[in-house]
């Protein structure tokens, strides 16, 4: 399907022509886990792109409003999802927190920012879920803090299994505006990696941890 008629597939077109994004099977990134990679997100970049950041900011209310319906509030995770979820808040006009990687060690040690006195159920905004451990982490906070989460969206998600089975027992919905598999179909389409090159791609998300020992 062409990109300019799918949401899913113009948000990858997006991502890889300004490299947010990037497929180097060849060359295997390293992730800060240590897993070889052969590819690199890094979706703060779609700040720097006015039409980018505001198709995304788009995306994000559409699916928002329609997957969940809509929340009190809109909470970011830092640090990838705070920018997003503001603009996200400020197009909704609804109030915004975020929620910190670890709790501030003076003051009032807060985990969640902002406050949340003005409502009760919110939509989580993630740039990128991987293995869902620091997206879960941000709705462990938010909960505990008396919040109902009603679910979370980001702008792009791997698909790992790992991730999948960690919201199903969280119960919380994630929807992603695009993944690797519709990544992988738009990036052969326009010329960004080559039949030859699915392979090792493919291999990858099947065991990425795997996949880097044996690519190491």
Sequence with gaps: MDARLDPALKVAEFLLQIKAVKLSPK???????GWKSPIYCDNR???????VRTYIRQQFV?????????PD????????????????????????????SGAKEHGMKNMVEGDLSTGRNVVVVEDLVSTGKS?????????????EVKGMASIFTYGFDEARVAFDNSKVKLHSLTNYSILL????????ITEKDLL???????????????AA
């Excluded at 970049?45 to 039409?51: D, E, I, N, Q, W």
């Excluded at 179909?185 to 960004?192: F, N, P, T």
């Design 185 to 192: 179909d738009q990036a052969l389409h326009s010329g960004y």
């Design 45 to 51: 970049k779609t700040l720097s792109y006015p039409a």
């Design 135 to 147: 997206s879960l982490a941000a709705v462990t906070a938010l909960r505990e803090e008396g919040c």
């Design 62 to 70: 559409q699916a928002i409003e329609h997957e969940f319906g809509r």
């Design 73 to 100: 509030m809109i909470a970011g995770v830092a640090t990838g999802g705070i920018a997003h979820g503001a603009l996200v808040a400020h197009d909704m006009g609804l109030p915004f927190v975020y929620v910190r």
């Design 27 to 33: 060359k295997p990134f390293t992730w800060a886990s």
């Design 200 to 214: 090792p791609l493919n291999e990858w998300r099947k065991d990425p941890s795997t996949w880097g020992k044996v």
